[in-house]
């Protein structure tokens, strides 16, 4: 076993000391399931409500992406991600410190201008239980509002815009997301197949063409700018497939106000077990791809030295938006999890070209899986 696999045990058994995590499944029983809380076709997103926390839930994600500067020349990029996990422990242990809900966070900062010498890329993360009940000066998510906390890190719905912050050794932001758009909601109305199997599946809603303004720092030097951002909030039960391995996804601000979702859940020789995504432009209503309408194409890799996994980091996309070529706009931007949620992946600033080669877009791009099986 490596090093930081060990660290990662170490840090969760001091985290959850009264068991062994138990199947995330056993957490959904009948007694625990707040009334809306259940992952189903038939349930219809409300807000501001459904920008909270649903406590039930195995798994929860809010995701923050976007980037500084201009179009032409963008600066930096920055990803922040609050995860919930519920562990299905301790749910009759009335402590504070019962481990009923795992909280993690990522941030990563990619500053364009800088050479590799100068590290152009940093991350930090952060790990916390909670008991699930009452707000705790560690970390908790808020049910009913947008608001989740892990010590001095933060995402919080402000009304007319999300307010990101993070402050550590290595890198800082502090943004302000405004929102410009209707919110999006992945799928059939915020319900997005993730499999075959009817339960693969999760609510899902995105904010698309955030405005977003603040200051970013990393390594010592800091930033301020303007420019864009998307958020992707999503819940689930269940939503890998036994034999996926991980996924590839994209979300992506066009110039002329549109968005662009696409992603593909892939087994282990690379073939996609299930596809999907959407495409909205200004002012319309969004057009959900059926997982035959995409395609993914990988094309140039870069193979990471710190862990040796190879990343497709140039894509063509064929979908019915159109083609499109996807490149990242740094190679090296790695993200090392192993010591919150257990996993390596890539997730970058990335352009989007049309088929006469002209950047049309910015977004972030996700890989999960080329360093291992992900695990959720």
């Known amino acids: 076993m490596n090093p930081q696999r060990r660290r990662w045990l170490r840090r969760l058994a001091a985290l959850a000391p009264l068991a062994p995590l138990a199947p995330m499944a056993a957490a959904s029983g009948p007694n625990h399931t707040p009334p809306g809380d259940t992952i189903s076709a038939d349930r219809m997103l409300a807000f501001p409500q459904d920008h909270g926390a649903h406590l039930a839930a195995r798994t929860e994600w809010w995701y923050a992406t976007g980037w500084l500067g201009s179009e032409a020349a963008p600066t930096h990029g920055f990803q922040i991600t609050f995860f919930r996990s519920r562990t299905g422990l301790a749910e009759g242990n009335p402590s504070r410190f019962a481990a009923r809900q795992l909280l993690f966070a990522h941030a990563a900062v990619t500053a364009l201008a800088l050479s590799d010498a100068a590290r152009p890329h940093g991350h930090d993360q952060r790990?916390?239980?909670?008991?699930?009940?009452?707000?705790?000066?560690g970390g908790h998510a808020a049910v009913g509002s947008g608001a989740v906390q892990l010590?001095?890190?933060?995402?919080?719905?402000?009304?007319?815009?999300?307010r990101a912050r993070a402050d550590?050794?290595?890198?800082?932001?502090?943004?302000?997301?405004?929102r410009s758009q209707p919110l999006l909601r992945q799928?059939?109305?915020?319900?997005?197949?993730?499999?075959?199997?009817?339960?693969?599946?999760?609510?899902?809603?995105?904010?698309?063409?955030?405005?977003?303004?603040?200051?970013?720092?990393?390594?010592?030097r800091e930033a301020q700018g303007q420019g864009?951002?998307?958020?992707?909030?999503?819940?689930s039960d269940q939503i890998l497939a036994a034999d996926a391995v991980g996924w590839d996804w994209m979300g992506i601000n066009l110039f002329d106000g549109s968005a662009l979702?696409?992603?593909v859940l892939r087994r282990?020789?690379?073939?996609?077990l299930w596809a999907g995504g959407s495409f909205r432009a200004a002012g319309a209503a969004p057009r959900s791809f059926a997982p035959d309408e995409l395609r993914l194409i990988a094309g140039r890799r870069w193979r990471s030295p710190a862990t040796g996994a190879s990343y497709p980091v140039a894509w063509q996309l064929v979908s019915p938006a159109g083609r499109h070529s996807l490149r990242a706009l740094a190679d090296a931007q790695e993200l090392d999890s192993r010591a919150s949620t257990g996993t390596v992946y890539w997730e970058g600033l990335s352009e989007l070209l049309d088929g006469q080669g002209r950047r049309v877009g910015l977004g972030y791009l996700e890989m999960t899986g080329y360093a291992g099986a992900l695990k959720l």
């Not at 909670?130 to 707000?135: A, F, I, L, V």
């Not at 693969?200 to 200051?215: D, I, N, P």
């Not at 864009?228 to 819940?235: P, Q």
Request: hydrophobic content about 40%; glycine content about 14%; aromatic content about 10%.
């Open 127 to 137: 790990i916390v239980r909670w008991n699930g009940r009452e707000p705790a000066a």
């Open 228 to 235: 864009r951002a998307w958020l992707d909030h999503e819940w």
């Open 261 to 263: 979702t696409a992603f």
């Open 187 to 220: 799928g059939r109305a915020g319900f997005s197949r993730k499999g075959p199997e009817a339960g693969q599946a999760s609510h899902y809603y995105s904010e698309v063409q955030l405005a977003a303004s603040g200051r970013l720092a990393l390594e010592g």
């Open 168 to 178: 550590g050794p290595a890198l800082a932001l502090d943004l302000r997301l405004a």
């Open 151 to 162: 010590g001095g890190w933060s995402l919080h719905d402000n009304g007319d815009a999300w």
């Open 268 to 272: 282990a020789d690379g073939s996609a």
